[in-house]
């Protein structure tokens, strides 16, 4: 359908590898462990420290690894080997959606969203929303989705994280050169630079477009920091959820109405847009006012655009939910309601909440009314979603408000640990891969023998130690912090120990600070004679959230307490590298959100595909994975009036279940030093949740819930 973005040059590659330059612009490699190790074995110290980064790690490579490489058997045999999968992979005409659907093959759609967290090369991303549209996006190309990505590149993304020695949070943005990122500017057919822009007031943007492969999929991404903008305009795009109305209402533009005309500009026209939560929902205006341009009524228009969109709401808070004043509306949309066949009244009327600051244009009241089919991320988000918007259904009960729930999963492929895939290969047979979602796939896993799973567990474990010690070392090495930091950064991790992790944004409903409420019963937890306990902590506090960082900054007060000897470690900077990292190499996943304000969750997925045991409160997706064998629930499924009450029968029941289930089961070994009963659940979590919790589960949901019908349903439009 497009061709894929390609390195200006290959300039400075030998001719005999070029073609990693074609590698380093798909992130495909990020999912294929292989291809990623042609890069890593070039230069592996460069590969870590330019932070996986192959467009800049290429661009930076002395001469002499190369040359090294063309004299290496071994590394031709499997650069060949790698390229012949990338070339086949990108080739294949037999997927999951051509075999189902191939009289839809040509039918796009386009999938918007704020942040796409691909890799940590690519910082464009600042959480679990990020790492869902890019998890999304690379099953899309898996399962063959006629699919394009439509977002952003930002200059210098999500904030980075630095704890002081006091247990505050500081933030600091780094500028990133896009020349070191694996995109490509979309040009006209005359090869200039492709614009498309938006009027902002009093003034128009332009704004630039990138593409990006994801396997065979492209993401586009847009940023207005073009040369003809005003200095100010070309910063609107440099950093990703500002706390400024009027950059949010911009971006929201950018990506809304300056996604629609990109998508044009491009000549694509897709059949299905899809609104990964309310921040695209400037997408339904747009495309109402090209309809009306073109001779609808606005009624008839809003049918249109009704029966080809699909919304997912990610927000089980109401105050969570965007909205922008009236006053802000008119600011930015003067005469807009003109152009979609409206008066300023019934233009406000389309999204219109009463906030406490006065009229409101909400975003997800926009997004709900103007798509035909949406969703919830989790069933019983579902369940609090219906209730949460039954308002805009008079009338229909609460369990029938029309809200479906497509409950998330995780990219099997990004998230599994190198080595677990080599022994799957071995046990689960060749092409499993292809089956994942299939239950019985993973049948076979429970014939592994236990000596050889938990050798690669003990493995992966020894590997975050390694991890962490080295980050503790950098630290040491180029900032003057205290030692006490480089303990609390995990410098005395032992591998041999009980390792729980708890990695997430530092939002107050996530309650890290639940197994504080007892500081003492903690300490006694972690220093038990024979069975002690580490915990490593890793997440960031949005800069605004000052309560967010509170809870940090009380959480590393007590990390850095001699008595706690190490055994609390903070890991600074929390990004996807970290996360592969600790859901890889823990032994348990520990998830405490206040039920039931986690819509989804999919770091405990991501976990549980590696064989690391979920504890959490039954939220999220948990009620429907855990079946009594392939983790732990903490509490029960029951609603509190009270937070405190809460928060204290929750913090009760997670001490109670870590000290007399879950640590005694981890130090019962057998004659061979093997915990038999653990290894057991490990193989149930894997078993039973890595089919049902996975993006190809997810999105194949998608494509038959949502996109096929709306695809069918615009049939002979447009
Ligand atoms: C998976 C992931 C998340 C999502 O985690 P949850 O707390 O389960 O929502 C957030 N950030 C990063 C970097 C991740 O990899």
Redesign the pocket.
């Known amino acids: 359908m497009h061709n894929h973005p390609q390195p200006a040059s290959a300039t400075g590659l030998p001719r005999r590898i070029r073609r990693l330059a074609d590698l380093a612009y798909n992130v495909w490699w990020t999912w294929n462990p292989d291809a990623m190790r042609l890069f890593a074995k070039l230069d592996p110290q460069s590969w870590h420290r330019l932070n996986h980064n192959p467009a800049k790690f290429l661009r930076t490579i002395e001469r002499k690894h190369l040359n090294a490489a063309l004299t290496d058997i071994q590394y031709l045999e499997s650069y060949d080997r790698v390229m012949a999968q990338f070339d086949a992979y990108l080739g294949d005409q037999r997927t999951w959606f051509a075999a189902e659907f191939p009289q839809l093959k040509d039918r796009v759609v386009a999938y918007l969203s704020m942040e796409f967290?691909l890799h940590e090369s690519l910082p464009i991303?600042a959480?679990?929303l990020?790492?869902l549209s890019g998890d999304h996006s690379k099953e899309a190309s898996d399962i063959g989705l006629p699919f394009v990505g439509v977002g952003f590149i930002y200059q210098q993304g999500y904030f980075r994280q630095h704890i002081t020695e006091d247990g505050w949070q500081e933030a600091y943005w780094e500028n990133i050169d896009v020349a070191d990122l694996p995109v490509k500017p979309v040009a006209t057919p005359d090869g200039d630079e492709l614009l498309v822009s938006v009027e902002l007031p009093g003034r128009v943007v332009n704004i630039r477009i990138w593409e990006m492969g994801v396997g065979r999929v492209p993401l586009f991404l847009m940023d207005t920091n073009v040369e003809s903008n005003s200095p100010a305009d070309r910063d609107l795009t440099a950093r990703l959820y500002s706390s400024d109305l009027d950059v949010r209402i911009t971006q929201e533009i950018v990506l809304g109405i300056g996604g629609v005309r990109a998508l044009r500009a491009m000549n694509i026209n897709p059949k299905v847009w899809h609104m990964n939560e309310g921040h695209s929902a400037f997408i339904i205006l747009e495309r109402i006012a090209e309809l009306v341009k073109a001779g609808r009524s606005f009624d008839a228009a809003a049918a249109d655009v009704r029966a080809s969109t699909v919304f997912t709401t990610h927000t089980p808070v109401p105050a969570g939910n965007e909205a922008f004043p009236q006053w802000l509306m008119e600011k930015y949309f003067p005469q807009y309601w003109d152009r979609m066949g409206l008066d300023r009244d019934s233009f406000m009327a389309l999204a219109k909440v009463d906030q406490q600051w006065g009229p409101s244009f909400s975003m997800p009241t926009l997004a709900i009314r103007f798509s035909e089919r949406r969703n919830a991320v989790s069933e019983l988000h579902g369940q609090v979603s219906r209730k949460m918007w039954q308002f805009l259904w008079p009338g229909v009960k609460e369990d029938e408000v029309p809200i479906t729930s497509i409950t998330n999963g995780?990219h099997t492929g990004s998230w599994l640990a190198r080595r677990l895939r080599l022994l799957f290969d071995r046990s689960l047979g060749a092409d499993w891969y292809e089956h994942l979602d299939d239950p019985e796939t993973w049948d076979s896993l429970l014939s592994i023998p236990d000596e050889e799973l938990w050798a690669v567990h003990r493995h992966l474990k020894r590997r975050l130690q390694i991890f962490m010690n080295d980050r503790a070392r950098a630290q040491w090495a180029t900032t003057r912090i205290h030692p006490v930091q480089i303990i609390a950064s995990g410098a005395l991790m032992d591998p041999n120990v009980l390792t729980i992790g708890f990695?997430?944004?530092f939002a107050t409903y996530?309650r890290a600070g639940l197994l504080f409420r007892d500081v003492d019963r903690l300490l006694r937890l972690v220093n038990r004679p024979n069975m002690p306990v580490q915990f490593v902590f890793a997440g960031k506090a949005h800069p605004a959230d000052d309560p967010g960082k509170r809870v940090i900054q009380e959480l590393y007060r007590v990390i850095k307490r001699a008595e706690f000897a190490g055994r609390l470690i903070f890991i600074e900077d929390?990004?996807?590298n970290?996360?592969?990292h600790i859901?890889q190499g823990c032994d348990v996943w520990l998830?405490t959100p206040r039920r039931p304000h986690?819509a989804?969750?999919?770091?405990?997925q991501?976990a549980a595909l590696n064989g690391v045991l979920n504890c959490s409160i039954l939220d999220?997706w948990w009620p429907e994975g855990f079946n009594g064998e392939n983790g732990w629930a903490i509490g029960g499924e029951h609603d509190y009036d009270r937070e405190d009450e809460q928060d204290a029968a929750d913090s009760e029941s997670l001490f109670g279940l870590l000290e007399n289930e879950i640590v005694p089961l981890y130090y019962k070994v057998d004659e061979k030093d093997l915990p038999r009963e653990w290894i057991r659940k490990m193989k149930e979590s894997i078993a039973t949740l890595a089919p049902a919790f996975s993006t190809r589960r997810m999105v194949k949901d998608y494509a038959t819930q949502m996109y096929v019908p709306a695809m069918q349903e615009t049939a002979d439009d447009e």
């Open positions: 967290g991303y959480g679990g990020g790492v995780i990695a997430r944004r996530k929390y990004d996807q970290i996360a592969r859901v998830n986690e989804s969750g999919t770091s405990g991501k999220g």
